[in-house]
């Protein structure tokens, strides 16, 4: 059976890479990245679509992959900016070569360096003290909440998502926070006519809370609890701490209790074998 190439100039770009004596699992790892970013751009890039020429792509095609890597699948910036060095080498090798007329990756810059560790866990078993302490803003410790039951910040400041969220699977110090969280909400409610569970408290315009609203709640409780209040970070570490302890579940009742896909659930298990190498 012939060998069918997973993303353009794989054949040759592979032996480059071997003639650069890099270890196997290195190219296996960019041909991970680069069939991953090529199926992206086949599904989603109306540019791409119509004749899947490499040759064709610009730099805002590529960062509509990478962008969709941040807000889609929560990555860290560590593997943000390998997926970009990856891809960067693939199509400077394109360019360089003349299989591309231009050089698509060349603006496109790393991530900041200030959070490449991986997540903590810490916090999801301080949570109880945490919904517990009356200091930290009702929205702080709500969201903090929903991040443990693996909600992104996304979803969860999105309008009709007290639909999706059961509360009736709430117990202990989470019941009784969902409850004391209620005796705040439920006039505010009122006053906006919403039944959402991020909502301003001051009327007029658009009720529902904002992403910088929300973090004007969560800097100053960042400052009292002592590590970073970061949506993306706790929701990586929550999925985080949920794989490392569960690891006899099967991938199907994983991605269905984390409500994951199964590209994402792969990157999350390889975020966890980091933290325990």
Same mark, same amino acid.
């Given at each position: ?54 040759? *064709?792509?610009?730099? +805002? ?16 910036? !560590? ?36 959070? /490449? ?26 969201? %903090?909440? %929903? ?7 996304? $979803?969860?400041?999105?309008? =009709? ?7 009736? *699977?709430?117990? =202990? ?28 408290? +001051? ?5 529902? /809370?904002?992403?910088? !609203? ?18 993306? +970070? /706790? ?21 269905? *209790?984390?409500? /994951?896909?199964?590209?994402?659930? !792969?990157?999350? +298990?390889?975020?966890?074998? $980091?933290?325990?190498?």
């Amino acid at each position: 059976m012939a060998h069918t190439n997973q993303y353009p100039y794989q054949d040759s770009f592979e032996q480059y890479l071997t003639i650069q004596e890099l270890a196997q699992a290195t190219i296996d790892e960019y041909s991970s990245v680069l069939t991953d970013l090529f199926r992206y751009l086949s599904d989603f890039n109306t540019g791409y679509q119509r004749d899947h020429r490499v040759a *064709t792509l610009l730099d +805002r095609d590529v960062e509509q992959y990478l962008a969709m890597l941040v807000n889609e699948r929560q990555v860290t910036n !560590g593997t943000y900016n390998k997926v970009l060095s990856h891809i960067n080498i693939y199509f400077k090798y394109l360019f360089t070569h003349d299989l591309i007329p231009q050089y698509p990756t060349v603006t496109l810059k790393g991530k900041s360096h200030d959070q /490449l560790q991986t997540p903590s866990t810490k916090w999801i078993y301080l949570l109880p003290d945490i919904l517990a302490n009356e200091t930290l803003a009702v929205y702080t410790r709500l969201s %903090l909440l %929903l991040l443990s039951h693996f909600y992104p910040a996304k $979803e969860f400041l999105t309008p =009709g998502f007290y639909d999706q969220f059961d509360a009736t *699977t709430l117990t =202990g110090a989470e019941a009784d926070f969902w409850q004391r969280y209620q005796q705040f909400i439920q006039p505010i409610q009122q006053r906006q006519h919403s039944q959402d569970l991020f909502l301003k408290q +001051r009327f007029g315009g658009d009720p529902h /809370l904002t992403s910088p !609203g929300l973090h004007k709640y969560l800097k100053p409780d960042a400052k009292v609890l002592g590590f970073p209040l970061t949506p993306t +970070r /706790l929701y990586q570490s929550a999925i985080v701490n949920y794989l490392l302890t569960h690891s006899t579940q099967s991938d199907s009742t994983i991605a269905e *209790t984390l409500r /994951l896909d199964p590209q994402s659930l !792969g990157y999350y +298990r390889q975020l966890a074998r $980091e933290m325990t190498a």
